[in-house]
């Protein structure tokens, strides 16, 4: 949990509230997201409402980098009109006024130009041989270099025709003044220069130009749809209510192709302890030291103000819970072990003869939410012990 999140338990109805909105959007959004009805309006809506979603779960819990990952998943809905859209409110008056001049005769140049084009976001910037163009060949020729005409009529050659076409990105502006300086973007544009020759073999077999194509067979459209079926189907299997199982040629199937997908996202159970560690250990001379915290003294088996804060970050908190599971699943793997062994290297390194660590016992405090109206259950569960010496 978060800071927000605790300041936001008073708000009960709205918390309920935004419960069904979260069952509501998980439950319709994935089928409605692909309505062939209205499909332009409810995708947009949808992978709104979903990203919000995540942006909510960011703020109200410690799950790391789930959030945002799902974000940039969303992301691969967005369609068309939404990116023309912005590419039209991002497009810098300049860049419709911009030619870039290379050399025709060759291919790596040419390239070169429309990758620039492409990855700076530069659509409305034309690209032509500096051949078809008397004014714009006799500057290749003077300077050796490509040039970037601006709207102005003005032409950049060589590196800072490179900041050129940065400066006129509508993303990537801020990068002009930061990349190279001039005098060592000249040294490399002329090893680029002296080397095209070279290139433009690799160019030719790498990036080879090719028709674009902007739809797919109706055999992978079909094989698309036979596998979103098959993942649908073996979703089901999963749901109790259904009372679906899968016979055994469909479960081959499912493990050859790695569709197998038991994700329950806490449902239905979701978590109800809060467990934060407390480590009670023993140096050589007798002294009592809080292991988890690193200082002198018995520790506190107080709660913390923010259970999450407890853990220096994500993967750390996962990680320990994987101990706390030991205490109560016979599957769990045995990482307390390595956790002791870990904890014995980390003290002992480089401490007074006396000082060094000795034995510690791992506890775990576990608080149990129950249902409002009854107060919370509070256990101390010890999971390890460990002697550092023998």
């Not at 040039?147 to 032409?155: I, K, L, M, W």
């Not at 809080?290 to 994500?314: E, F, M």
Request: glycine residues 6%; positive net charge; contains cysteine.
């Amino acid at each position: 949990m978060t800071p927000l999140s605790l300041w936001f338990r008073q708000f009960e109805g709205l918390l309920q509230l935004l419960t069904y909105y979260v069952w509501t959007l998980e439950y319709v959004g994935p089928i409605l997201i692909f309505s062939p009805l209205f499909h332009r309006q409810l995708r947009a809506l949808f992978q709104a409402a979903f990203m919000s979603m995540h942006v909510g779960f960011s703020l109200f819990l410690q799950i790391g980098l789930f959030p945002w990952i799902s974000i940039v998943m969303n992301l691969t809905f967005t369609q068309g009109w939404v990116w023309d859209w912005l590419g039209a409110r991002l497009r810098r008056p300049q860049v419709r006024r911009m030619t870039i001049f290379y050399d025709g005769e060759c291919d790596f140049c040419h390239k070169v130009c429309r990758l620039l084009r492409t990855f700076l976001i530069l659509s409305d910037a034309a690209i032509v041989p500096a051949q078809s163009n008397a004014r714009a060949l006799a500057t290749m020729q003077a300077n050796d270099s490509w040039v970037v005409r601006n709207g102005d009529g003005s032409e950049r050659v060589r590196w800072d025709a490179i900041r050129a076409v940065f400066e006129a990105s509508p993303i990537f502006f801020w990068l002009a003044p930061v990349i190279a300086p001039r005098g060592c973007g000249d040294c490399v544009y002329a090893f680029v220069a002296r080397n095209r020759g070279r290139f433009s073999p690799l160019t030719a077999r790498f990036l080879p130009f090719r028709p674009v194509r902007v739809s797919t067979a109706p055999a992978v459209n079909a094989l698309a749809a036979f596998f979103m079926a098959f993942v649908f189907v073996q979703n089901l299997t999963t749901v109790p209510a259904f009372d679906i199982r899968a016979n055994n040629l469909f479960t081959g199937v499912r493990e050859a192709f790695g569709l197998y997908q038991n994700w329950t996202m806490f449902a239905p159970h979701p978590e109800i302890t809060s467990a934060w560690p407390v480590i009670s250990g023993i140096l050589e001379d007798g002294t009592q030291v809080d292991v988890y915290r690193g200082t002198d003294g018995a520790p506190v088996y107080d709660k913390p103000q923010l259970v999450s804060r407890v853990y220096k970050n994500y993967r750390w908190r996962k990680y320990i819970s994987n101990i706390e599971d030991r205490s109560y699943r016979s599957d769990a793997p045995d990482f307390a072990l390595e956790y002791g062994r870990y904890l014995c290297r980390a003290w002992n390194e480089d401490t007074a003869p006396g000082r060094r660590l000795s034995t510690f016992k791992i506890h775990f405090q576990v608080e149990w939410t129950h249902p409002p109206g009854r107060e919370k259950d509070l256990s101390t569960r010890r999971v390890w012990r460990h002697d550092c010496l023998n």
